[in-house]
C-alpha cells in the first residue's frame, strides 16, 4: 500500500465511534459516526488471544461488556459471545465486540476513514502491531492513521509500515514531555501528535507547529463547541469528540 503523505485531518473525528450515543468502540457507533456527518472515527485495537486484531479500549473486558478479564485470554469467537451493549442500554443486547477486519469493512462500504489507535496487550505490544499491520496494509480506499500512547507500539508500527501515517499521544507529562515528544516524532517521521486537553496552551501548540507536526486533541469528556472554539484558535488541527450533535455545521 502507498499510504498518503499528506493526510488532511478533519476538525472533527468521532471518539470510539460516538462514545455517548452509542456503546463505544462497536459496529453501531461507528457507522452511527458516520451517519451523522463525520467522516473519521477514532477506534482502539488489541489482539485476542487467536490474534485477531478486536476492538476495546480498556486493558480488561470487565467495563464494556458481561466478560471478564484481558481479551488476550479468550479466542475471539469467545469474546463474540459477550454482550458490548448492556454497560450502555442498561439491558441485554445483541452487540458484540467487533473484530477490525468488520470495521475496515463497513469503512470500505461507505468511505468512512479511520484512526486506529494501538492500544498494548503487555508483552504482546509488537505482536498486537503485526497483526493489525497485517490487516491494513493493502487498503488505500479510506486514509487511516495510527495512534498510539506506547512507545514500543509507535516504534513498530514505523518501522513495519513507514508510508503510513503515525502520532504519538501524551496524556501526561511523567513519561515524556514535549520536547520529547517533537524529538521522537521528528526521529521516526511522525506527522501528527495527540495531546490530552489538559496539556493544551498556546506556548506548547506553538513550539509543536515549529515542527509542522499537526496536533489532535481528546478529553475525557466530551469537548463542547466554546472549548472546541477556543483550542481551534490555538492552533489545533482536530479534536476527538464523543457527542459532535452540537458542533457539526458551527466550527
Same mark, same amino acid.
Given at each position: 500500500?502507498?499510504?498518503?503523505?499528506?493526510?488532511?485531518?478533519p476538525k472533527l473525528i468521532g471518539h470510539?465511534?460516538?462514545?455517548?450515543?452509542?456503546p463505544e468502540n462497536t459496529l453501531e457507533s461507528i457507522a452511527r459516526a458516520f451517519e451523522i456527518g463525520l467522516n473519521f472515527v477514532e477506534i482502539d485495537v488489541k489482539i485476542s488471544k487467536d490474534r485477531v486484531p478486536i476492538l476495546l479500549h480498556d486493558d480488561t473486558l470487565d467495563r464494556t461488556?458481561?466478560?471478564?478479564?484481558?481479551?488476550?485470554?479468550y479466542d475471539y469467537e469467545n469474546i463474540k459471545?459477550?454482550?458490548?451493549?448492556?454497560?450502555?442500554?442498561?439491558?441485554?443486547? @445483541? *452487540?458484540?465486540?467487533p473484530k477490525l477486519q468488520d470495521i475496515l469493512s463497513l469503512c470500505a462500504n461507505i468511505n468512512g476513514n479511520l484512526n486506529i489507535e494501538l492500544k498494548p496487550n503487555k508483552n504482546f505490544e509488537k505482536e498486537n502491531t503485526y497483526q493489525i499491520y497485517k490487516l491494513t496494509k493493502n487498503i488505500n480506499q479510506i486514509d487511516i492513521f495510527f495512534s498510539s500512547f506506547d512507545i514500543i507500539s509507535v516504534l513498530e508500527i514505523s518501522k513495519l509500515y513507514p508510508q503510513s501515517v503515525r502520532s504519538f499521544l501524551l496524556d501526561d507529562f511523567?513519561?515524556? @514531555? *514535549?520536547?520529547d515528544l517533537i524529538s521522537i516524532?521528528?526521529?521516526?517521521?511522525?506527522?501528527?501528535c495527540g495531546l490530552n486537553i489538559e496539556l493544551v496552551t498556546a506556548d506548547i501548540i506553538k513550539k509543536i507547529k515549529k515542527s509542522n507536526i499537526s496536533i489532535t486533541v481528546y478529553s475525557d469528556k466530551n469537548i463542547n463547541l466554546s472549548s472546541a472554539n477556543d483550542i481551534f484558535s490555538l492552533g489545533v488541527d482536530s479534536i476527538f469528540v464523543d457527542n459532535p450533535l452540537d458542533l457539526l455545521g458551527k466550527l
Open positions: 500500500m502507498k499510504q498518503k503523505k499528506a493526510l488532511k485531518l470510539r465511534g460516538v462514545k455517548d450515543l452509542c461488556t458481561n466478560g471478564s478479564g484481558l481479551a488476550i485470554d459471545k459477550f454482550d458490548a451493549g448492556k454497560f450502555f442500554y442498561k439491558k441485554n443486547t @445483541n *452487540i458484540f465486540v511523567r513519561e515524556h @514531555n *514535549i520536547d516524532s521528528n526521529n521516526h517521521d511522525l506527522k501528527i
